[in-house]
């Protein structure tokens, strides 16, 4: 196998033609890797991923090959996936207000340009799912919101026009079937490439902890911050450590690294059934 590329959080590897997607357990908050690995993460994230993939095949297309056949060393936590042509556009889709989305609203009272009513709270519901994609920036350096229009510049109207329906697709499905099992998917974050035949094919990862912001349904409530089964724990600690969000990063501290395992761990049992 060859390295290709290493990321915030996965490694991709090349291997007979096929790419081995490597999940880790590094955790990045503000685009700066955390010092500290969280125990299983890498895992979660990846059976997570699977799942979905398998739930979400009759939406799109996915790269996935085969999750059994990879390296030994990275069961678990690996999978074997067809090469793809990336798209550069972060693919986001809002059902509410959170993150990023919630200081745009407030400074614009509009998301990637696209206006809201007036009134809409922290963590409120809006009226319907928006796609809000950003650019892809490289590691180290921060993703910016984008308007459609700029998609269709990047990308052709026709690619932007699927590129959008397929986001909110796969987020209005995988929202029913979160919801069903206690579990709001506030928002989330696709990638898309091609494939070698043409196809625009759903890859990376999908509706997991890292990408998306997962609140217990029967907690939610708008105007306040909303607990939370992803990485937003971690970033509310880094936040209030006083740390500039430049490298180095802290060390996180044993007892956030717990709770940050176990929400991951909760948020994998709630959504799909299963027992870690």
């Not at 979400?56 to 793809?84: M, Q, W, Y």
């Not at 989330?188 to 349904?217: C, I, N, Y």
Request: hydrophobic share 40%; charged share 30%.
């Amino acid at each position: 196998m060859k390295l290709i590329h290493s990321g915030k959080v996965r490694d991709v590897y090349e291997d007979r033609g096929d790419i081995i997607l490597v999940a880790s357990d590094r955790i990045s908050v503000y685009d700066a890797i955390l010092p500290t690995p969280i125990p299983d993460k890498g895992k979660v994230l990846t059976q997570l991923s699977l799942w979905w993939f398998e739930q979400l095949k009759d939406v799109v297309p996915n790269h996935v090959i085969s999750a059994t056949d990879v390296p030994a060393e990275f069961e678990g936590r690996a999978v074997r996936c067809r090469a793809l042509k990336m798209v550069q556009v972060e693919c986001i889709a809002r059902g509410y207000l959170a993150g990023l989305g919630l200081k745009e609203y407030q400074r614009d009272q509009a998301v990637s340009g696209l206006p809201l009513p007036a009134g809409l709270l922290e963590g409120s519901q809006l009226p319907e799912p928006i796609f809000t994609p950003t650019t892809k920036a490289p590691m180290g350096e921060h993703d910016e919101f984008i308007t459609f229009a700029d998609v269709v510049a990047e990308e052709g109207e026709d690619v932007a026009d699927r590129l959008r329906q397929i986001t909110l697709d796969v987020y209005r499905k995988g929202a029913e079937i979160a919801r069903e099992r206690g579990v709001i998917i506030a928002d989330t974050k696709l990638e898309f490439g091609w494939d070698a035949d043409g196809v625009l094919t759903l890859g990376d990862e999908v509706l997991t902890s890292d990408s998306s912001r997962f609140w217990p349904l029967d907690e939610w409530e708008p105007g306040r911050p909303q607990f939370a089964f992803d990485k937003q724990f971690v970033r509310d600690w880094a936040a209030g450590t006083g740390w500039d969000k430049t490298g180095p990063a802290p060390e996180v501290p044993q007892e956030v690294v717990d709770v940050t395992r176990a929400r991951y761990i909760e948020a994998y049992e709630r959504i799909t059934g299963q027992s870690w």
